[in-house]
T-cell receptor, first 112, second 116 residues
Framework: KQEVTQIPAALSVPEGENLVLNCSFTDSAIYNLQWFRQDPGKGLTSLLLIQSSQREQTSGRLNASLDKSSGRSTLYIAASQPGDSATYLCAVWTYNTDKLIFGTGTRLQVFP | EAGVAQSPRYKIIEKRQSVAFWCNPISGHATLYWYQQILGQGPKLLIQFQNNGVVDDSQLPKDRFSAERLKGVDSTLKIQPAKLEDSAVYLC??????????????FGPGTRLTVL
């Protein structure tokens, strides 16, 4: 059974810091891994999608890496801003379950 | 392109009452998903439709939850009767097609249900 864990559960940092959010999964037979952002009262916004054959994806100040063999992914946020405050979720699409399995999320607060 | 629409955005009911949520997916998306997100947890898939057929409802509590997607477009998720533990955000998502060949899912804003 695929299990997805995210560490830390919550993070509060001053503006300008570089951040690393961690995601681990137990079944390495994944099709892809996706990072989402969730703002209070809103749905999920896809940030980055990494196919199983890829090592990383970049979008602006965001960089996500994938190490399938060790079951880990990291989301790197450069020069954090208050507008980055949100909950970040990672999710994997696993061959065995054929569905998107989510982690519990990291709640990020960036203060001025 | 219009996104996934959901209504209502918020609903407060008492336990044992019934409630229904509505979802309108992105035009042309054949696959529709309903997720339940309990506070502090990640979303959990309740049911997946491919057009108007059910692909996966293994995690749907069928004694109280039901869902339909008539005509393969809009979908309704119903809870009858509601329990306290049903308090959650219910997210609807859609994708161009589902199956093992993953297609990116697009999520609606969700419906926040509070059961008192």
């Amino acid at each position: 059974k695929q299990e997805v864990t995210q560490i830390p559960a919550a993070l509060s940092v001053p503006e300008g810091e570089n951040l690393v959010l961690n995601c681990s999964f137990t079944d390495s037979a994944i099709y892809n891994l996706q990072w989402f952002r969730q703002d209070p009262g809103k749905g999920l916004t896809s940030l980055l999608l990494i196919q199983s054959s890829q090592r990383e994806q970049t979008s602006g100040r965001l960089n996500a890496s994938l190490d399938k063999s060790s079951g880990r992914s990291t989301l790197y946020i450069a020069a954090s801003q208050p507008g980055d405050s949100a909950t970040y979720l990672c999710a994997v699409w696993t061959y065995n379950t054929d569905k998107l399995i989510f982690g519990t999320g990291t709640r990020l607060q960036v203060f001025p | 392109e219009a996104g996934v629409a959901q209504s209502p955005r918020y609903k407060i009911i008492e336990k044992r009452q019934s409630v229904a949520f509505w979802c309108n997916p992105i035009s042309g998306h054949a696959t529709l998903y309903w997720y339940q997100q309990i506070l502090g947890q990640g979303p959990k898939l309740l049911i997946q439709f491919q057009n108007n057929g059910v692909v996966d409802d293994s995690q749907l509590p069928k004694d109280r939850f039901s869902a339909e997607r008539l005509k393969g477009v809009d979908s309704t998720l119903k809870i009858q009767p509601a329990k306290l533990e049903d308090s959650a955000v219910y997210l609807c998502a859609s994708s161009f097609s589902g199956g093992a060949s993953y297609n990116e899912q697009f999520f609606g804003p969700g419906t926040r249900l509070t059961v008192l």
